[in-house]
């Protein structure tokens, strides 16, 4: 039998034992794809390189299937039920992420050269494709009276992504953009995927409906904490990146809540910050680092920061109303700060410091969130 965490492990810890019940699922159902697919996937998931190694995957990257194992434990269940559904969370999400490199053109993902980059454009949405039909296959194997419940929200999710990711390449390409347009795609991407991973795992344990909507409702508020997060992340990292220059929302003029709720202030820094995303010419890494301090100084940072603090706090008002066990919850709680982590205070700087603690006084990302390395030339990776 798969236990679940222990009483009392950290975040880093119940990723460890995630990652000893989930790679080989997940190995196995890859291992299912005809080649070359099969390998394409490999390499996409840091099993396998161009030159034949094969480099141990950040644990990060399974953070949201282990939301998926966390929430099948709500009754006191373990992660037995769950652990070939967690590995098809991971399919479709991998999917996702594949074909958003795409579009994004993104190069680098978990400090590797992206899938479209490394094989062409063909190659990385043909496993893309392979990848989500293989989730959709892993979960239809699976027993339990809600599991076809699992597979129409596992659809409706999909439908719901890419919707979002549409929404958000038009942002981009518009000058104004409201804020609450900005959230909107928020909720269709990061809200979206959390909350079907929370949901799936009440369903595979077969919990009350009640249940499932709370644990929804949790996955929710975590990400939008998550995404909010992120967003920080960009501008005022963690670690220290080694080009030395973040900020690749700004570089690419993205929407971003944070960037929109600055754009809402009065006065010239302002206008200063309006002037550099308004132009056509690709901005200088002193233009992108100018941008990041008025962010802060027109009182971008500080909403986002506020707003964290209040979603931790509605997640953590949902994940009572789902009616965990004691461990359940302590460990769902344990492990919230993997993604809800932010500093105290409006006291970020460009040299990547960061206080001790966050808003709810845990130790912050920085310092919990296992598998951190230095980040390639360009963006940090960043991973649903």
């Known amino acids: 039998m798969v236990s679940p965490a222990d009483p009392g492990r950290t975040a880093e810890e119940i990723l460890v034992a995630s990652r000893a019940v989930l790679d080989p699922a997940l190995r196995a159902a890859v291992g299912r794809l005809p080649e070359p697919l099969r390998g394409f996937a490999e390499f996409h998931y840091g099993w396998a390189g161009s030159g034949g190694g094969a480099p141990e995957g950040l644990l990060s990257r ?13 009754n006191g269940d373990g992660w037995d039920g769950a652990v070939e559904a967690a ?30 980059t490394a094989f062409g454009t063909a190659a990385a949405l043909q496993t893309g494709n392979a990848l989500l039909a293989l989730a959709f296959e892993l979960l239809s194997e699976q027993s ?11 659809g409706r999710t999909v439908q719901v992504m890419g919707a979002g990711q549409v929404a958000d390449m038009d942002l981009e390409a518009r000058t104004e953009v409201a804020l609450e347009e900005s959230m ?51 501008l ?21 809540p944070m960037l929109l709720a600055a754009l809402r202030a009065q006065g010239a820094d302002r206008d200063r910050l309006a002037g550099l995303y308004c132009s056509d010419t690709p901005l200088s890494d002193t233009q992108i680092r100018q941008a990041a301090e008025l962010v802060k100084s027109c009182g971008g940072s500080g909403w986002a920061l506020q707003t964290i603090e209040e979603h931790m706090d509605l997640a953590a008002q949902s994940l009572n109303r789902a009616r965990p066990t ?29 206080p001790d603690s966050d808003l709810h006084g845990r130790p912050c990302r920085g310092d919990t969130t296992p598998g951190t390395q230095q980040a390639p030339q360009g963006a940090p990776p960043r991973d649903t």
């Open 326 to 354: 004691p461990r359940a919850h302590r460990e769902l709680k344990a492990f919230a700060s993997v993604f809800g982590c932010t500093a105290t205070g409006d006291d970020r700087s460009l040299t990547g410091s960061v």
């Open 87 to 116: 590995a098809a969370w991971s399919l479709m999400g991998n999917h996702t992420l594949i074909h958003d490199d795409i579009m994004d053109r993104d190069s680098h993902r978990r400090g590797r050269p992206t899938l479209w």
């Open 144 to 154: 339990g009276r809600k599991i076809p419940a699992a597979i129409g929200r596992m």
């Open 236 to 256: 005022w990292p963690t670690v220290n990146w080694v080009d030395g220059v973040h900020g690749s929302d700004i570089r690419r003029r993205k929407k971003t």
């Open 62 to 74: 399974l953070r949201m299937p282990t939301l998926v194992l966390l929430s099948a434990d709500v």
């Open 184 to 234: 909107a795609v928020v909720e269709a991407k990061a809200c979206r995927v959390m909350s079907f991973a929370c949901e799936l795992g009440g369903l595979c344990a077969g919990s009350a409906d009640d249940q499932i909507e709370a644990l929804s409702a949790f996955g929710h508020h975590l990400g939008v904490a998550c995404q909010l997060q992120d967003d920080l992340e960009d």
